[in-house]
């Protein structure tokens, strides 16, 4: 039995994998467990989300319905968590299961509420991603399950990702621990599964994004806002254009017999199908409810499809740097943050507005480089309409109508306390005090903001 476990773990090593740390959060067995990505961005994303809940309990306009999505308060810990509805409210009592972690609930009705849209798993992916052991057949024993739950409930593990299963849609994954080494061997090892195949999805390049340099000044176009400390943009004049690789996927998708891809795993690299046109995406995030969050490489932002809307990427594809440069704007914080900590929703709705108006001609200023995005100001540097160009860059527009306030070190928003003069939440730039602005594109701008 090690001559034959020896074997297989030789084979296993060769197979294409995508690695990360995770917390098992609930463990059923072999067969259906969840995890939570563990790292910085994973646990910001989870705190947030969290920290949004409490204060947002509003009562239901209508009955739930089962799959409707609810924020639960439990009964334990009083905490909050973002739930989804597994059968009708019968009783008084409430089935749920909370989407970040997969853990299953039985409350009462009062402790249900609506979810609001911006905090739904249609903005915010579910953290709980549910996975089984790759290449065994379980024997469906107890011993399986109480073995299982014994070693991994709770653990900091690390994960291995073969594929997403074609037909389950959860993740087929080998997890370690420092003090188990390799689960799937364990369980062959005591006789608890017998062995199977693993499939794996193919490896992709990497490519990554463009570089840019700090300190330097680039003319560029903002293609996806999601709020001022994150958005994507791409630098013009720079081949190949998101036009050009968007018309050159979709041309050959359209004229070419291409079906989805056979096998999906975490950090592929892949081509996805959205209305007519066909995009580069990196697969990111798989979701208990069968969903695949994908990050669109080009335009920015994330999406949530179908394994039917994801293709194989043509080689020619595979190596062209990602075009969209993930920044947001450098040493700012609200000074009146949103619930979730972040930068007010009109706010960024308005700076939507600002970078992407097509009559401007912006310039992005580097400044720092962080672990996963540029920090940089923004500047429309096309000629003035009248009188001498005294335009402000965005940073300085914000900070001087006291819509946000500089911090001398960059600091996420979402950990800063809310501190300094006190403004609406939805404060937006005074037109009154903007004598000083005299490009006429800028007031228009910000004219349109204050009528809507």
């Not at 239901?60 to 009083?78: E, I, M, Q, R």
């Not at 249900?112 to 469906?140: R, T």
């Not at 291409?258 to 995030?285: T, Y």
């Not at 160009?389 to 809310?418: G, H, W, Y």
């Amino acid at each position: 039995r090690i001559q034959i476990l020896f074997e297989l773990s030789m084979a296993e090593d060769s197979l294409p994998a995508f690695v990360f740390d995770a917390l098992i959060t609930h463990v059923i067995n072999s067969e259906k467990f969840y995890v939570q990505k563990y790292d910085e961005a994973a646990r910001n994303r989870l705190t947030i989300i969290e920290n949004s809940l409490e204060g947002a309990t509003q009562p239901f306009h209508k009955n739930p319905k089962p799959d409707d999505y609810v924020t639960v308060k439990l009964l334990a810990s009083g905490g909050f968590k973002r739930g989804r509805l597994l059968a009708p409210i019968q009783h008084s009592l409430a089935h749920v299961q909370l989407i970040d972690y997969g853990i299953e609930e039985r409350l009462p009705e009062t402790c249900v509420f609506h979810l609001s849209s911006e905090l739904g798993p249609d903005v915010l992916a579910e953290q709980a991603m549910l996975c089984s052991i790759a290449g065994v057949k379980s024997n469906h024993n107890e011993m399986n399950a109480n073995y299982i739950r014994e070693v991994l409930t709770s653990r900091k593990v690390k994960v291995k990702s073969y594929c997403v299963a074609p037909k389950t849609g959860e993740l087929m994954v080998d997890v370690s621990t420092g003090e188990h080494g390799s689960i799937r061997d364990h369980l062959l090892l005591h006789n608890l599964c017998t062995p199977s195949p693993i499939r794996a999805a193919p490896a992709t390049p990497q490519p990554g994004p463009a570089s840019v340099s700090v300190n330097k000044k680039y003319p560029v176009v903002v293609s996806h806002v999601k709020d001022l400390d994150e958005f994507y943009l791409q630098i013009k004049n720079k081949d190949p254009q998101l036009q050009q690789i968007t018309s050159a996927l979709t041309g050959l998708y359209q004229t070419t017999q291409v079906s989805p891809a056979s096998l999906v795993n975490l950090g592929m690299l892949c081509a996805v199908h959205l209305g007519n046109e066909w995009f580069r995406a990196l697969v990111i995030q798989v979701t208990s409810s069968g969903y695949i969050q994908v990050q669109m490489v080009d335009c920015g932002g994330t999406q949530f499809v179908t394994l039917k809307q994801i293709y194989p990427l043509e080689g020619t594809f595979l190596n062209l740097p990602f075009i969209a440069i993930k920044c947001g704007l450098h040493s700012i914080v609200p000074i009146t943050p949103s619930r979730s900590g972040g930068f007010p929703k009109k706010l960024c709705e308005w700076f939507e507005r600002y970078v992407r108006d097509d009559r401007a001609n912006y310039f992005a200023t580097i400044m720092q480089k962080t672990d996963d995005k540029y920090l940089i100001d923004i500047r429309d540097e096309s000629p003035p309409s009248e009188g001498p160009d005294s335009r402000l860059s965005t940073v300085e527009l914000l900070i001087q109508n006291n819509c946000v306030k500089k911090i001398t070190s960059f600091v996420p928003p979402v950990a800063m306390a809310p501190s300094g003069p006190t403004t609406p939440a939805n404060a937006m730039p005074a037109l009154g005090m903007q004598a000083q602005l005299s490009n006429l594109r800028t007031y228009l701008c910000l004219s349109r903001v204050f009528s809507n």
